[in-house]
């Protein structure tokens, strides 16, 4: 049976990360009083995750704006980031930290582990100012991500937040309509 995590506090870490052409000291508390969104990917120099990092990277500015900061997170070091993002033209747009996880501390804390061959799976998790991980997706190796979905579920959840008593129905958007749960509405959408 796979433990929820959701609504958890975030595990304490610390590591280095490759961050605008130097390398830096991002713990745990990095991620408090912002929204923040840890993404684990299997490794540097491969396939499907290049395309992830530079489809994120591509959603970064909108990210930004809206409070949010990114962390990638993978097995590698953080000198092998700094080479594949001097190498890759699309690595090389990338203005979030790339932190490295060669111990598999991070990636074990959010249960993405991946034992028998020391990589993560593709886990996103949305982190609130809080330290609590209010969502959590994970897919196999093979299936990218879209960067375009999960900035809407940060924009519901970020409403959630905002808008005591409210909820975000599917394929919410900003500035639909949201539910207020209450016992008029059961059996009536």
């Not at 090389?92 to 074990?108: A, E, L």
């Not at 593709?122 to 997706?137: C, D, L, Q, S, W």
């Not at 519901?156 to 958007?173: F, I, L, N, S, T």
Request: glycine fraction near 8%; include cysteine; charged fraction near 20%.
């Amino acid at each position: 049976m796979f433990p929820t995590i959701i609504n958890t506090k975030i595990l304490p870490f610390k590591a280095t990360a490759f961050h605008n052409g130097d390398f830096v000291d991002v713990s745990d508390a990095d991620l408090l009083g912002k929204w923040s969104v840890v993404m684990f990917y299997p490794a540097d120099f491969t396939f499907v995750c290049p395309t992830e990092l530079g489809d994120m990277a591509d959603h970064y500015a909108q990210l930004q704006e809206m409070g949010v900061e990114v962390y990638s997170v993978s097995t590698d070091t953080h000198f092998t980031h700094k080479a594949w993002h001097d190498s890759s033209d699309t690595i090389g747009k990338i203005q979030f930290p790339m932190i490295g996880d060669p111990t598999g501390k991070i990636s074990r804390n959010f249960g993405v582990m991946i034992e028998d061959d020391g990589l993560a799976l593709r886990g996103t998790f949305v982190i609130n100012p809080e330290g609590e991980i209010k969502v959590a997706e994970l897919h196999d190796l093979g299936i990218g991500r879209s960067a375009k979905e999960l900035v809407r579920k940060i924009q519901a959840a970020q409403y959630v937040a905002e808008h005591d008593g409210e909820v975000c129905p599917a394929a919410w958007q900003p500035g639909d309509d949201t539910l207020s749960p209450s016992l008029d509405l059961v059996g009536k959408i």
